[in-house]
């Protein structure tokens, strides 16, 4: 990855958090690496070194700094644009955890020698692959140190260094202090409830999380997630172990502010892991907008929401069921849909704030008689053989190494067409460039005449066509919010409806 020194100039002296991320800054002489929004007074240009990730700073010999934490920073935005073998394996690397070794499983996993990875993660992040997650994990545990009230032992677990000693080592050869001093100098004085654990997740500014919100409130599935005025929530369950997290913006400092409950501690990097998908957060906001804002009609939507992004999901499963059900119905009906699957076919969930159930897993809907809810035959039957597809192995969607491959898998399922598949591809496998073009909200925006048309005017928008998918619904969306307005007496048409993907091409096969 090359580095235009000039920008990370003007970017560390200006502290510019919209660039936080997505280099760090090597200090020559005092050995420390920083992010560029650092506190601390800036150094002369000519003893600065600039490095495209953590890992490659970390890798010519400087220290992460006390002071700007860059293991608190949004991160590498996850789409380098230049290798997809490199971003599956970062993804791959985040979805799986930090465990020690296996790089040549890794390289395995995404087909290609181990050799070969190893020289694209240099040339594309300046480290080798151990390395990335060898920083991935002491970043982790740091944030961990300063965060959480976990005892050290179970940090050294959950950050995946295996056992104590190598813990303690990697933090005292890193930092130069023991986790225990780290610790003191947080001086962290709330004190969590046991299973309870507070983060901070940062995000490159501009991000509207109002924007964020108001697509999620009406997709909430009843009892397994909740919206309110500045707040998501929602019941997870992982390796057996049962909880929610809520998010919440600290628009203050750039950040997310999360909070998990959960029994088992080493799942925090992975549920981390996922709300960071989840909620977008490592998209490189400014590059995105300046892509789109080559088209007039949604550079004037950029200018009036900056900062839009891609809701994910929680889990891929779960989202695709919702996509199958939201196809031809509004999404209102959807919703209504999805919560009494969750009430007949989820697991009770003691949790308060209007939190009920856990949302069903395949193995529950792989035969579960969904027409009881009101679900016609053949969606029930669709969503009936995407789970058994689930359940033989057939697809996964933990892991997923290539894109491609999985929505072809996906596509066979009969009632699943590309509509659905492209959404699937935008909120479940974070797809940066999906984009469901027969989407009648999509259609609408921009009064185009047919998917075809709109596709030819969405060439330009690569690779960000499903941040352009995101404009486009908000310019349908209040389209028809001008339209009810103005037709006051007109309840026919509900107005998210032309906000919402309308499947255009996904009627079931043979009708
Ligand atoms: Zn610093």
Redesign the pocket.
Known sequence: MNLDWRVCSRARLSRDARFDGKFFIGVVGSG?Y??CI?P?PTAKEKNVRYFSTAAAAAEAGFRP?L??RPECSPGTPAWLGTSNTVSRALRLIGETGLGEGGMEELAERLGIGARHLRRLFIRHLGAPPSAVAQTRRLHFAKKLIDETRLPMSEIALASGFGCVRRFNAAIRKTYQRTPTQIRRLARRTTVQPENEYVFQLRFRPPYHWRGMLAFLEPRATPGVEAVDLNSYRRSISLNGHHGYFEASCDEQHDALAVRVQIGDPYSLYRIIERIRAMFDLNADWADIAENLEGDGELAARIHAEPGLRVPGSWDGFELTVRAILGQQITVKGATVLAGRIAQSFGQPFAAANGLTHLFPTPEVLADARLARVGLPEKRAETIRRLARTVCDGQISFEGITDSDVFLTRLSEIPGIGSWTAQYVAMRALGEPDAFPSGDLGLLRALGSRSSWELENRAEAWRPWRAYASMYLWSIAKEQTLRKSKLRVSDNNVAPELASQPVPMLDQPRGT
């Open positions: 420390v920083c992010r650092c601390a700094c002071r700007c």
